[in-house]
């Protein structure tokens, strides 16, 4: 994925992110340090279409508190918006 190659052991600001990424289904952020986020507001907002999110382990120190506080946040919200299965 384009997003293995990103660096983002020095960001401290991921606010907006992802923000209307509407058509979004898949993401994998799994290779982000996220240890320096400050800030990561609204990062997944919009997201509607989002079914699966794979991140580090959360037991691993390079993630933030701010940073899974947002996508533990989002992820009902994005979740409620799926449609239920007829079964």
Not at 32 to 53: H, M, P, Q, R
Not at 63 to 73: A, G, K, N, V
Request: hydrophobic content about 35%.
């Amino acid at each position: 994925s384009i997003l293995s190659n990103f660096n983002t052991q020095k960001v401290t600001n991921m606010v907006f992110m992802f923000c209307d990424c509407e058509s979004l289904i898949d993401l994998d952020i799994s290779n982000f340090n996220t240890l320096n986020v400050a800030d990561a507001g609204d990062i997944l907002e919009g997201c509607y279409s989002l079914k699966n999110i794979r991140i580090k382990d959360t037991t691993q120190t390079s993630q933030s508190s701010e940073f899974m506080l947002r996508i533990s946040y989002y992820w009902p919200i994005i979740n409620s918006h799926q449609p239920k299965s007829n079964e």
